[in-house]
Structure formats: C-alpha cells, structure tokens
C-alpha cells in the first residue's frame, strides 16, 4: 500500500517540475518577444525623431454632382 503512495507522489512531484520547466521556458520566450518589441519601438521612436514630419494633405472635395445620397443633400436641397 505504501509503495503505491509514494509511486504517485514521486509521479506528483515529477509532473510539477515538468510544468514549472515549461513555466520557466515560456517565460524566458516572453521576455525575448518583450525585449525585441521594446528595441524596435526604441528603433522606430529614434527614427521618428529625427524623421522631418509628413506633409498634411487634405482630402479632395467631392465633385459637385455628388450622386451618392450624402447627408448634405437630403438635408439641404430636399431630397
């Protein structure tokens, strides 16, 4: 009866230090994603200091024979 015993807690014990192996890889493989994410940012922020800022440009006006039922004519010219 007791070998049973301890046949599972030995099984115990050797599935929790498999799971906290896997625990330790996944969270070693979360800090290299993390760390590779914050060098890009820094990359990508270093560049877009230096970087002139982009021209703004405005959307063109629609035509005036807009046929696409927009607000501005329903709510101005009736229908």
């Known amino acids: 009866m007791n ?4 046949e599972q ?10 799971a906290i192996t896997q625990a ?14 914050r060098r890009d940012t820094q990359r990508l922020a270093a560049k877009a200091a230096t970087a002139p800022p982009p021209e703004q440009q ?6 005036p024979d807009d046929d696409d039922f927009s607000q501005d004519q329903i709510l101005l010219h009736g229908g």
């Open 9 to 18: 807690v030995a099984r115990f014990r050797a599935e929790v230090a498999s």
């Open 24 to 37: 330790r890889r996944a969270s070693a493989e979360a800090r290299e994603t993390s760390a590779a994410f």
């Open 58 to 63: 405005r959307p063109a006006p629609p035509p």
């Open 3 to 6: 070998d049973g015993f301890g």
